[in-house]
């Protein structure tokens, strides 16, 4: 076979492969930003992966152990791990998106779909069916059962209960198979992604160019993601809860207003640099202390002061102090940090408080590493080597 037709065939090869590249990347467009949250909860439990495998087993187990070392620790990750954090994420939406919809007026489809689900529930049932048991029914003749089945307005409402029924099942299977994909995403990161990344590396990185960037880039979206992300979700759990155990107490005077908000705000502040959350509680404690000399109440500054406590040791100060070697990125700008958080949701969405970091760093790390060989072409300096997945 002659050169050209060699290179007719590779070329035949290369457009082949473009196709199924693009195809692929179109379908993970459509998961962006599940897959991009899974990029997090990687980067986010794989310290915990790394303190779970330096804990050693009696030797009559390592032998059976050994085999399944990477698969038993990822497991164990995302039981003792991601399990429990998705679940106090998932109790944080629950509580927070209420507050939402009822700061802003409780407009919106969210508002319009609890609606469905009252009607769902027995409001707003149609005049036929008003006072209604089963006993009724079973004792109506066939006549009377399809005249009211008939009545347009049952009709109506039949359709609407059928339409928010499907709607569920729909949200519930989409939620389902998001939660599947988030798991194993992780999972399957925490066992092979290591070896998926050797294995381009090997194959399409002569130079050494690849690994350098690849190196820098998993070093610094491992500290940023895991510190400055995780402690904001963290934060403000911690804070929602506080709050609203704070209120369970407190005089009606001096209650936080729409205390779930106002603590998943203090961990968003904690992303701000400085001053950080005390953006958020000290305005909140100065109302307070406004509402508690408006009340004539002398306890009342009392549960003010219990306020600003709480929210200076409990939710500033402990996860502060806990998490605080892994908080800021080893070379990234705190400043640039900053508005990638800020510019990131506004841009991608809910999903850009991830992607926008991720996005910076991959384009101060190009600069950092890669931009240098491009214009000079020289090697840049050796990096050890990826992070042990």
Do not use: C
């Amino acid at each position: 076979m002659n050169y050209d037709a060699r290179l007719r065939r590779r070329i035949l090869f290369g457009i082949g492969g473009v196709g199924l590249l693009i195809a692929v990347v179109f379908v993970l467009i459509q998961f962006q930003a599940t897959l991009v949250f899974t990029v997090f909860l990687y980067y986010a439990s794989r310290p915990i992966y790394r303190k779970l495998d330096n804990f050693s087993l009696p030797s009559r187990l390592q032998g059976r152990y050994l085999p399944y070392r990477r698969q038993v620790l990822a497991v164990t990750t995302i039981a003792v791990f991601l399990l429990p954090f998705l679940f106090l994420l998932t109790y944080t939406l629950v509580l927070v998106v209420p507050e939402i919809q009822r700061f802003v007026g409780g407009n919106g489809p969210g508002a319009a779909y609890l609606s469905a689900l009252q009607s769902a529930q027995g409001s707003g049932l149609p005049a036929p069916l008003v006072g209604l048991e089963i006993s009724d029914i079973l004792a109506m003749s066939p006549e009377e059962v399809a005249a009211i089945l008939n009545n347009p307005a049952v009709q109506t409402w039949a359709e609407r209960m059928v339409t928010t029924l499907i709607d569920s099942v729909g949200l519930i299977a989409n939620a389902a198979l998001h939660g599947f994909i988030l798991l194993a995403g992780t999972y399957y990161l925490l066992t092979d992604g290591s070896q998926l990344v050797g294995w381009f590396l090997d194959n399409f990185d002569e130079s050494g160019v690849v690994k350098s960037y690849a190196v820098a880039v998993d070093d610094e979206l491992s500290s940023i993601l895991f510190g400055n992300i995780l402690n904001a979700f963290v934060t403000g759990i911690i804070g929602i809860l506080v709050f609203s155990g704070y209120n369970l107490v407190a005089p009606e005077a001096v209650k936080v207003p729409f205390a779930p908000l106002v603590g998943a705000l203090t961990g968003a502040g904690s992303l701000i640099p400085v001053v950080g959350m005390k953006i958020v509680y000290l305005p909140v404690g100065a109302i307070l202390a406004v509402a508690a000399v408006a009340s004539g109440q002398p306890s009342a500054f009392g549960f003010v002061i219990l306020f600003l406590l709480l929210a200076f040791v409990v939710v500033d100060t402990i996860p502060d102090f806990l998490i605080r070697p892994y908080v800021s990125g080893n070379r990234t700008h705190v400043g640039l940090l900053m508005f990638a958080y800020i510019l990131g949701p506004i841009a991608f969405g809910f999903y850009g408080i991830f992607l926008g970091p991720i996005l910076l760093v991959l384009l101060a790390e190009f600069f950092r590493t890669i931009a240098s060989y491009v214009l000079t072409g020289r090697q840049p300096h050796e990096q050890s080597s990826l992070s042990d997945y």
